[in-house]
């Protein structure tokens, strides 16, 4: 089976995208198949944008008078808002296109998926008790987009149940993921 493209850019789209959006030129990556899903949108959460804000920092740093790059600019209105509006989550779809490229490009650095390669949904169970995923989000991961796969990654990292955080830690690689929230 052919699994259709990423909508988001991966390896040496990522420097591509970069450079794109810190000259104000950067145009999405997506697919006809994708075009479709990409308009049901999930929430992102307020950590994901200081995530995606500190990427930013670290990979497009500001200027000699303090000037911010583009997307960490674009990223960092939106987290403001957030603030100012006391909201957890923002809906992708409200993104400026800046915004939402800045945050995609991060999301392209992060690890796609919580599997540790030990599933138990295999085996009938509703949740896997590797990563800790439901039968449904297994099954549905590929089609999912980005801000849902970040949902399912915070529920699993608040729970801190799957094996993935404890018995088998070493087969998650030590992902900026696997630490628990503070104050979950």
């Known amino acids: 089976m052919k699994v259709p493209r990423a909508p988001w850019p991966r390896n040496g789209q990522v420097l591509r995208a970069i450079q794109k959006i810190q000259r104000g030129t950067f145009r999405a990556f997506f697919s006809a198949p994708h075009e479709a899903h990409f308009m049901s949108m999930a929430a992102i959460h307020i950590t994901d944008i200081e995530a995606a804000i500190n990427y930013w920092r670290?990979?497009?740093p500001a200027d000699g008078s303090g000037t911010l790059a583009p997307a960490t600019r674009a990223l960092a209105e939106v987290y403001a808002g957030m603030v100012f509006?006391?909201?957890?989550?923002?809906d992708e779809r409200v993104l400026t296109p800046q915004a939402l490229a800045?945050?995609?490009?991060?999301?392209?650095?992060?690890?796609?998926?919580?599997?540790?390669?030990?599933?138990?949904?295999?085996?009938?169970?509703?949740?896997?008790?590797g990563c800790g995923r439901t039968f449904e989000e297994v099954q549905r991961w590929t089609e999912?987009?980005?801000?849902?796969?970040?949902?399912v990654w915070r529920r699993i990292t608040r729970e801190h149940t799957a094996w993935r955080f404890n018995r088998y830690a070493e087969r998650a690689g030590g992902t900026s993921h696997d630490a628990p929230p503070q104050g979950a």
């Open 85 to 90: 509006r006391h909201e957890e989550d923002v």
């Open 58 to 60: 670290a990979h497009a």
């Open 102 to 129: 800045a945050w995609l490009a991060w999301y392209a650095s992060t690890p796609d998926t919580p599997c540790i390669a030990i599933c138990s949904t295999s085996q009938g169970d509703a949740s896997c008790k």
């Open 144 to 151: 999912m987009s980005a801000a849902e796969k970040r949902g």
